[in-house]
């Protein structure tokens, strides 16, 4: 879907479909061992020593140090279901868990956020990248009439910990948002699927705003102006930088997965990009329902691994600089240069020669 800069006449501002939804349609992707280094601190301050919080997840508190180790998401599932279990039920638990997530902890990705042109560059750039984050709940941005929506996905995480991953995702939003930006958030009202706080026990405020709990999905509603909000450190050359070390660390991530991975050495091949669903089972020796259904098992599908590849392969021909725009396009397998500059855009959130222009400078 190509990024359009129309305007919504009610409201002065560009319409909201800019803002592409993540490639990835749930949580189970490889992440860094922050988050569950952040848990088990969190654990600590609570009496919960670190044996209890990673019990079962063959994980140690050496491995956690190490920023260069990855952590499996059902191993990170494992420790916030430890957490809950030794604790008694608190209510609002996971939203003090959440405050431990400072936009440092994003590393590259948090770097990238806050070199943004605005705040609506910014979303696009954590939703391109959301694989980088220790997201549960999977964010998508709404229009609805004059309501600018992010809507929470949280159908896919199981019950046991719904509503503590739900609080903690949440309020990891609020802790970046607070630290990113000077002004208040224009934030108009906030809808929970979660159940009330217990009588006596006041519900927190998140932007200002108390939440209302029992709705039928999660959902934060800004004032759409806020999109175009600048951000205060913003910086074009930072954030190109910022996005290629994302771009290279989410590609080593996927390296190391499964059958992504076959299907996109597959595609690597000559002409691969080119080839259809059928094809490539075909040369997997499966049928395409059983490849549509192992990818979607990996929190993929046979599209975003073709955009990946896609991207690989365009952004190596831009650097070498021998073909045009027109010639790249062609041997990615479009029909004309204008669907792969949109593709591209779509992306990496620049065009073909704006990316170029920039590494070669």
């Known amino acids: 879907m190509p990024h359009r800069r129309d305007k919504d006449h009610s409201t002065g501002v560009r319409a909201p479909d800019a803002i592409p939804d993540p490639v990835v349609r749930d949580w189970d992707f490889p992440r860094s061992p922050i988050s569950a280094l952040l848990l088990t601190r969190f ?3 609570y009496q919960v020593p670190a044996a209890t919080v990673l019990c079962g997840t063959g994980l140690t508190e050496t491995e956690l140090e190490d920023p260069s180790f990855s ?17 008694p039920p608190s209510p609002g638990l996971g939203m003090l868990a959440g405050l431990q997530y400072h936009l440092t902890a994003y590393g590259i990705l948090g770097f990238a956020f806050i070199s943004s042109p605005t705040v609506r560059d910014g979303m696009a750039v954590a939703l391109r990248y ?3 984050s220790f997201a549960f709940c999977i964010p998508r941005i709404r229009w609805s009439g004059e309501e600018l929506r992010v809507e929470l ?6 019950s046991d910990v719904r509503d503590f991953l739900v609080e903690r995702d949440l309020s990891a939003i609020h802790t970046i948002m607070v630290e990113l930006l000077p002004a208040p958030i224009p934030v108009q009202r906030i809808e929970l699927s979660l159940p009330p ?5 006041e519900a927190p405020a998140f932007f200002g705003t108390v939440p209302s709990f029992g709705a039928p999905k999660d959902v934060i509603i800004l004032d759409p102006a806020f999109l175009d909000q600048p951000l205060p450190q913003a910086n074009e050359h930072t954030l190109a930088m910022c996005e290629a070390q994302c771009r290279d660390l989410l590609a080593g991530r996927r390296e190391r997965t499964g059958f992504a991975k076959q299907v996109r050495d597959q595609m690597l091949g000559p002409d691969g990009v080119r080839m259809g669903m059928e094809d490539v089972a ?7 329902r059983t490849l549509h259904r192992r990818l979607n098992a990996e929190g993929t599908n046979f599209q975003a691994v073709r955009d990946e590849v896609r991207a690989a392969l365009a952004e190596g021909m831009l650097r070498d600089g021998a073909l045009s725009v027109d010639d790249i396009a062609i041997r990615l397998g ?3 240069a204008a669907s ?3 593709a591209f855009k779509r992306w990496t959130g620049t065009t073909p020669m704006s990316y170029a222009r920039r590494r070669q400078q």
């Open 43 to 45: 654990a600590a301050e």
């Open 71 to 87: 952590v499996d998401a059902h191993q990170e599932l494992r420790i916030v279901r430890n957490l809950v279990n030794a604790l």
């Open 130 to 132: 959301l694989e980088l």
């Open 153 to 158: 996905d949280s159908s896919a995480i199981p």
């Open 197 to 201: 706080p217990p009588d006596g026990i």
């Open 282 to 288: 075909r040369k997997l020796h499966t049928t395409a």
């Open 334 to 336: 479009y029909a004309e």
């Open 340 to 342: 792969f500059i949109h």
